[in-house]
């Protein structure tokens, strides 16, 4: 599974771990034991030069109900395992959510290499693609 740039993952790893504030907004949830921790952050396995579309999404559902994460992983564990997840969420299309992105991302394509689309990722070529 790829991993963003390594000045991507610098940026996103703070989220990773548990936040002063949260508890204080009801809507913000940091509770890996039921899979509520930062999620869609993939792509941009390259440079930040290489990014060609960046697609900035509405707040993440709620976890999927098998969905859960090892409250005592460091932020690093915790990125791998959230990514791993979401991009097997792309790759099978895992609800109606993910099948729409890969919708918008399949007609992107028509312009850009098949390789670099992070929901159909498989032949290790660095996607150009980063979602959040």
Sequence with gaps: MPLPCKKLQ????????????????????FGPNF???PRGFLGATGTPEDVELVMVLSEPGHPHA?????????PEQVLNESLSYVYECFASGADLFHRNARWFIDQREQD???SVCPACFKDGHSAQIYWL
């Design 10 to 29: 610098e940026l996103v790893l703070p989220a990773y771990a548990p936040c002063a504030h949260f508890g204080i907004c009801r809507e913000a949830q």
């Design 35 to 37: 899979g509520h921790v």
């Design 66 to 74: 098998q969905e859960r994460y090892n409250a005592k992983s460091t």
């Design 112 to 114: 850009l290499d098949a």
